[in-house]
């Protein structure tokens, strides 16, 4: 049983990695930057709550968009194909690998200015950017102007996702954790605010949301509709093989796939599973959840379906 000191302490070492100066400074300093932030039409925005199947939805999307090229996914970093903009204020790699680019094509650059989202304003090309931030953070515009695809994921599976991240940390017990994901008082805010602020929108046409529970059960079927969406006009043979590039076994296998974060002891994914959380969550706790989620749930819109 964790006593209350090794909860405070545990609370504080995610603090200081997850948010650090740069989500307790640099996010509001910049946060007018990222509100007025020149999307184009062109762009594919990809937003997401962490620990909902976000790197397994950006190589999609990129393998998608670039079916000619899909072997540099295996060889090229992720952040060198897709712009993380929230690395701004994340301490991870992926900070620094942008501002190494921005020294080297605009030695004026500040690093304070947001190296992510330097880097994105100066990409000539078609974008693929990715976000956690929900909605209303973005600018009320962004919807009009480029495409965006929202992935939802079952909370209790999400909150296991994170509690199993977060012990690749920092040991953390689980009843912290989903306490903590309950309350909202973990990173990026509360689950149904997140889900609410795109499902509110899901009938804009430039939205597109996807469920990791259906792309676990039929991948394809889920390939297909995003192929409309994005309008990318792939064939069946094409979209096997992003199927295959970017099955949980070959992204495993290549780290170049996901994001690489200093301070995670182990590979980025885990299991790659629905339904990962049952068993895991102790039982009057469990209980709680479910009671948590029916009651959220409908808030949301009584027809919400979180997860298939």
Known sequence: MWKTEDIKDFKKKLKTFLFSRRFDNVYKRLAKVYYNFQYRKDDVLLSTYPKSGTNWAAQILWAMKHIDELPKAMTENVEARIFLLDNDFLDDVSHKYYMDILRTTRPEAKEEDGPALQTAALEQGPRLLWSHLPFDVHNPTVLDKCKVVYVMRHPKDNMFSRFIHFNKITPAPIEYVTESFMTGDTLYGNYWHHVDEAWKRRHHPNLHILFYEDMKADIMAELEKLNGFLGTGLNKEQLQKVVELTSF???????????????????????GEVGSSKGQIPPELDARMDAWIKENALKVDPAFRYSS
Do not use: C, Y
Not at 249 to 265: D, R
């Open 249 to 271: 076994k070959n992204m495993k296998a290549h780290p170049t796939m996901v994001v690489n974060i200093e301070a995670l002891h182990g590979s980025f994914l885990h299991k």
